[in-house]
């Protein structure tokens, strides 16, 4: 099975900071990765799919990267809404791979 | 608006059985391959299963494979997912979700509010 690994695990950032999550694929998936964004108490949502492709309705200050192994999920500019944890998935195999999540604090 | 409703979930012994139901609405639910994600309390989301459009094929997570079955109901617009031989490790909210392209990129664009299913003598 393809394994995710998400890091950092947690991160705290202010108000405008821009904001990279990484997520490492353990072989090539092209760029078969997509981030969701989960509130406490809420389902997730996603934000990014296909590596790159912004889902219709989520705000433009967040982006996606990557190809192969190595990806990033990046906010421009850091709004109080988007605390919550963040993961990748790979849709590369029928696995569906989550990696384990980072969770982003406001300072 | 998209709705995704998920029922079923509540309290089972260790062994036991449940059957849980996902009503989708504001969809075209037939052209949508449809799947199942859970989370255990606390912890991160993990694929369970997945079924075609019509039906007709379906896929598990290994840890469910040979417990768990996904099948839908193309006239009532819903999908099922029947768990036997629940184990504590079964322990979750599950989340009924659509995919609007599994052939290609996949992702995950609707979810449902998610169903209890605890795991417990």
């Known amino acids: 099975d393809i394994q995710t690994t998400q890091s950092p695990s947690s991160l705290s950032a202010s108000v405008g900071d821009r904001v990279t999550f990484t997520c490492r694929a353990s072989q090539s998936i092209s760029n078969y990765i997509n981030w969701y964004q989960q509130k406490p108490g809420k389902a997730p949502k996603v934000l990014i799919y296909?590596?790159?492709s912004l889902q219709s309705g989520v705000p433009s200050r967040f982006s996606g990267s990557g190809s192969g192994t190595d990806f990033t999920l990046t906010i421009s500019s850091l709004q109080p809404e988007d605390s919550a944890t963040y993961y990748c998935?790979?849709?590369?195999?029928?696995?569906?791979?989550f990696g384990q999540g980072t969770k982003l604090e406001i300072k | 608006e998209v709705q995704l409703v998920e029922s079923g979930g509540g309290l089972v012994q260790p062994g036991g059985s449940l059957r849980l139901s996902c009503a989708a609405s504001?969809?075209?639910?037939?052209?949508?391959?449809m799947h199942w994600v859970r989370q255990a309390p606390g912890k991160g989301l993990v694929w369970v299963s997945r079924?075609?459009?019509?039906?007709?094929?379906?896929s598990y997570a290994d840890s469910v494979k040979g417990r768990f079955t996904i099948s839908r109901d193309i006239a009532k617009n819903t999908l099922y997912l029947q768990m036997n031989s629940l184990g504590a490790e079964d322990t979750a909210v599950y989340y009924c979700v659509t995919d609007p392209d599994s052939s290609g990129y996949s992702h995950f664009d609707y979810w449902g509010q998610g169903t209890l299913v605890t795991v417990s003598s």
């Open positions: 296909a590596a790159s």
């Open positions: 998935q790979q849709s590369y195999t029928i696995s569906y791979t």
């Open positions: 079924v075609k459009t019509d039906g007709t094929s379906a």
């Open positions: 504001g969809l075209s639910f037939s052209t949508k391959w």
